[in-house]
Every structure is written in C-alpha cells, then in structure tokens.
C-alpha cells in the first residue's frame, strides 16, 4: 500500500528523515505540495518566489513526480491520501503556531490514516531541551549550554532514489506553479543552498566571527532564505562545522535559530504580542504624526544613512543585513517610539527569509519586551554603529547614492533626546 509525503518548509531531497518514513518497507510514495490559499495573505512577494523557484527544482529533482494541489490542506491532504489509499501521511514537523493548527486540523480530517511527523527544520526540536524542571528556558545562555549537551542527529542519507515514486499523472487535482513577479537576488533551491553553503565554509567561515557584523563586506552565508524553506537542513550544514573560532560563532547563531523557535512553541502568543507583559504599558505612539515617521522609515528616508541604507537594501533585496536589522529595528522602537509590530509585520512583508519565531523575536530583543535579561537600556546609536560596522561608508553609499548631497534628507529625530525619552518610558515599566 502506497504512503503520501507532503512537503512543507523541508523542499529538498538530501537529509529528509520523513522521506526515510514514508519508503521504509519499499512502499510507492506519492509526493505533494499543497498551495494552501492563505500563502498569498500571509507571505510577501518575494518569499512566494523563492517557494515556486524552490517547488520547480524539486519537481525536477524527482523527475516530475511532485504533485502540485491547491486548495486547504484539511481538504486536499485527505482527499489525495483517499485517493490512492494511503496507509499513511508523512511530514517534517512544524512548530509554529500556524502550522501545529494547521496538522491538528489535517490530522483529525485523516480519521484512522496516520499523520507521522519524522524530523523538522531545525537541528534540536522545539521542547526537546528544557530545564531541570521541565519547563521551557526564558535566557539563551543557559538554552546554548544544555542545547550542545543535548546534541543532534548526523544527516539523514535520502535522495531521489530513496523512495519509489508514484507518477502524479496517475492522480487527478494537480495544478502548475506559479511563475511569481518578484526579483530574487540570490537564486533558491536546494542546489543554490548546497552550493552556497559549500562555498561559504570553503571561503569566509573561518572569519565569521570577525567579519558577520560588517554589511560593507561579504562575511555571511546568505543561508537564511533556505533555512526558512528548508532546501539546507541546519544538520547538514553542522556536520561541516568545526572548532574554529568562526566555525562557533555560526553554530551559536543556529542555535539563536532553535532557541526562538522553541520560545514561539512554548508561548504562542508572542507571536504578536510582548513575550515580558511588563511591556503591555509601555508608552508607544501611534497617531497620525507616528503614521508618517513609519512611512519615513519604511522608505529609508530616515536622515540616518545606516537605517537608510538598511531599509533600502529591504526593499530593493528582501533581504537586510543582521547587524543593521538591529539598528533598524531600533531605530524604529526607541528613536521614533513606535510599536514594534509595526516593524515585524512589514519585514515579515518584504523578507524572503521571513520566519515568525526568529523574525518576531530579533524584534522583541530590539523592543526590550522579550527574552532578554535586561534590556532596557540598550539604544542603539545609528550613527555610532554606521561608523563602527560601515566606517568606510561602503555599505551606505551603495544603498543611499546621493548621501552627502543636497537631496539627502536631515535627521528626523535628534537621537540624544529621544533615547532619554525613550529610556524615560522604560523606565515607567521596569
């Protein structure tokens, strides 16, 4: 009897357990993906590009045999699991709040066909390491500590060839991918992530450490965007990380990956409102006159090059260097004192990387409101910080040409007084 495997964020054929799952006593596996409507209101343009881009290649990994469906995955994953008498339904586990609302619904519609979770996107599973206690951790460095105690699995050895596939030509309800309208500027797919991550660990590894923080150079490994749709599994990649110093630093960084994941499934939630209640009273603006400060800041427009620049490279890319997401970010919280969630939800927008546990929670490290042990004093001076990490200006002018210029707008903000403004409300909640 035939298995269905239903792709989600794991769009690759090397190092899938849920593969191995669903052809472990030589059953024929029907594979699919399900455009599930609500992609187009939740997913900015770029990010639906790189999941077609991203769909096309693993379609033409497997020969053609991937089924497209469209449609609620309540309705369709039943339906095609009927359709050739599934024994079962297999997925890598997701642990958003999303998508475990969306498996208990698929999964409760599958009434006696199992749905087996096997593996998920991140190197150790939500849940998985928590305190003495039980309870989940609040603070990273004690997370990190047990987190490499814990340890993780090598890669699992899957391919095209692993699985005897079922010709979805057999199967009625398939629909062509979308070709998208958005611009990538790196390409997607689980050749470019391989490629590019080789490439990385081959050249500019053993200086992550030192080189990460600088947007002027090329010092990171722009692995984010497949992360997020998994055409590299963080395994894959760890199984090539050594004791280096750079070769740590990325490691901790994967481990940031797992820990926000792991504070999302354990407070839901935060998603979209403070982590810290605490900062439910915190003062923010929201009037007509903050409106318009967003706006600035959204076109990069600031008056501060390095926030400039940053939403610049947002906007034209989808894509923002991490040091300067910081600087942006708050910029956007402590200097014009605006809700942070107006600034998730518009990179969640413009993101092709945009991922809800370490995007919503890299915002609340930046609000103050989240995980962080003590956070409110720390504001970022865009201009200090353009000097420290772009000190010759290279970032900058690349993304804001006429700097320096008569059409170059005037700071909108004096930073000085709105950081004692900003600590002032802080303050009021501490």
């Known amino acids: 009897m035939p298995t269905l495997l239903w792709f989600r964020r794991d769009l690759r054929l090397h190092d899938l357990p849920a593969m191995l799952d669903a052809a472990k006593e030589d059953q024929e596996v029907l594979a699919c993906y399900v455009l599930d409507p609500r992609l187009k209101a939740t997913a900015g343009p770029r990010r639906l590009q790189y999941l077609y881009d991203a769909l096309r290649e693993l379609r033409d990994g497997l020969d053609g045999r991937l089924l497209i469906t469209q449609g609620r995955p309540e309705i369709r994953i039943p339906a095609l699991a009927k359709k050739i008498h599934a024994t079962s339904v297999h997925i890598s586990a997701d642990f958003s ?3 475990l609302r969306r498996d208990g619904a698929v999964r409760e519609a599958l009434g006696d066909v199992p749905l087996e979770e096997g593996g998920s996107p ?14 989940p951790y609040k ?8 987190w490499k105690e814990h340890g993780w699995r090598g890669p699992a050895r899957t391919g095209a060839k692993t699985a005897r596939w079922i010709d979805p030509a057999e199967i009625a309800g398939g629909v062509d991918i979308p070709a998208g309208d958005a611009d990538l500027d790196h390409p997607a797919g689980e050749t470019a992530a391989r490629t590019g991550w080789k490439k990385f660990v081959d050249t500019t590894l053993a200086d992550y450490s030192a080189e990460r923080d600088r947007p002027d150079h090329d010092g990171t490994s722009r692995m984010s965007a497949h992360l997020k749709f998994g055409t590299i599994h963080p395994r894959t990649m760890a199984a090539d990380l050594g004791s280096g110093k750079g070769a740590q630093a990325y490691l901790r960084e994967l481990a940031f990956r797992d820990f926000y994941a792991g504070v999302l499934y354990a407070w839901p939630e935060s998603a979209w409102w403070n982590w810290n209640k605490n900062f439910d009273r915190i003062e923010v603006d929201e ?15 600031t008056g501060y090059p390095i926030v400039d620049a940053g939403m610049r490279q947002l906007s034209e890319t989808g894509f923002m260097h991490n040091r300067v997401r910081m600087i942006a970010a708050s910029f956007l919280v402590k200097d014009l004192h605006l809700p ?23 915002w609340q490290w930046a609000a103050g409101c989240g995980t962080d042990a003590a956070p409110y004093f720390r504001v970022f001076n865009p ?16 993304w804001v040409p006429e700097f320096g210029g008569a059409d170059y707008p ?7 007084a709105e950081r004692v403004e900003a600590l002032r409300r802080y303050e009021a909640v501490r």
Do not use: C, I
């Not at 991140?122 to 309870?135: A, E, H, I, N, Q």
């Not at 603070?139 to 047990?146: E, I, R």
């Not at 007509?288 to 990069?300: I, L, N, P």
């Not at 910080?385 to 690349?398: I, L």
């Open 139 to 146: 603070v990273f460095t004690p997370f990190y500590s047990a």
């Open 122 to 135: 991140y190197l150790v599973s939500p849940g998985r390491v928590t305190k003495g206690d039980g309870t």
């Open 383 to 398: 201009t200090t910080q353009g000097h420290k990490f772009d000190p010759d200006g290279a970032y900058v002018t690349r």
């Open 287 to 301: 009037d007509v006159d903050a409106r318009t400060r967003f706006e600035s800041w959204k076109a990069g427009k």
């Open 97 to 99: 709040p999303f998508g």
């Open 410 to 416: 005037q700071p909108m903000v004096d930073h000085a």
């Open 340 to 362: 942070w969630q107006w600034g998730a939800r518009w990179f969640l927008e413009q993101l092709t990387d945009g991922d809800m546990a370490s995007n919503q929670h890299g």
